[in-house]
C-alpha cells in the first residue's frame, strides 16, 4: 500500500519562497508519475506541476510556469516542489499524487491519479 506523505507548507510573504516535499514509501517510486496538485477555498482541485519516472519530463500550469519547479528523487522516494516568487492566489492546500498507470506521461486530470496525500497547506500573505 503506497502511502504519499507531504510536508514543507506554512506562512509566507508575497514574493518569497516555500519547498514542498512529499515522501512515499511502499511501491516501487520509480514505477509512476507523479503530479502536484492544489485546492483553493471554494474551488476545484488543480493541476500544478507534474513530473515522469525519471525526471526527464515535466509540465506546468500556465500560472506557475517559470516560479515553480518539480523534481524527483528515486533512491529517496521523494518528490520536490520548489516554489519561489509567491503570490497570494497561491494560498491553498497542496497535493501530491501518484499515477500508478502511467510513468512516461503526466496527466493533469486529477481523476487519472491513483494515490494522494493528506495535504499541506500554503498561505501566502500580501
Known amino acids: 500500500q503506497v502511502q504519499l506523505v507531504e510536508s514543507g507548507g506554512g506562512l509566507v510573504q508575497a514574493g518569497g519562497s516555500l519547498r514542498l516535499s512529499c515522501a512515499a514509501s511502499?511501491?516501487?517510486?520509480?514505477?509512476?508519475?507523479m503530479g502536484w496538485f492544489r485546492q483553493a477555498p471554494g474551488k476545484e482541485r488543480e493541476f500544478v506541476a507534474g513530473i515522469n519516472w525519471n525526471g526527464a519530463s515535466t509540465h506546468y500550469a500556465n500560472s506557475v510556469k517559470g516560479r515553480f519547479t518539480i523534481s524527483r528523487d528515486n533512491l529517496e522516494k521523494t518528490v520536490s516542489l520548489q516554489m519561489n516568487s509567491l503570490k497570494p492566489d497561491d494560498t491553498a492546500v497542496y497535493y501530491c499524487a501518484a499515477d500508478f498507470g502511467r510513468s512516461t506521461m503526466i496527466y493533469t486530470t486529477p481523476a487519472t491519479y491513483d494515490r494522494w496525500g493528506q495535504g499541506t497547506q500554503v498561505t501566502v500573505s500580501s
Open positions: 511502499g511501491r516501487t517510486f520509480s514505477n509512476y508519475a
